[in-house]
């Protein structure tokens, strides 16, 4: 994957935690529900192994999230 598609992924999934709406569970935990729905297994893997790398430019609530992803070894 190109460092153009994973800055995308980064920004959308800093946005996805920006965005999400916080019931009763925590914010990590409602990131990763949401892209565990709707991510690609290839876009998770990409974000998690970044995540393992560096993950400096992800946001506390998409870092934990990372963490929380199924499918992602």
């Known amino acids: 994957m190109s460092s153009i598609e994973l800055e995308h992924l980064i920004k959308m999934l800093n946005q996805i935690a920006d965005n999400v709406l916080i019931a009763d569970e925590d914010e990590a935990q409602c990131v990763a529900i949401h892209v565990n729905k709707f991510w ?6 990409t974000v998690a192994q970044y995540a393992r790398e560096d993950g400096s430019e992800l946001k506390p609530a998409a870092l934990n999230a990372v963490s929380m992803f199924r499918n992602v070894n």
């Open 40 to 45: 690609t297994r290839s876009m998770k893997e």
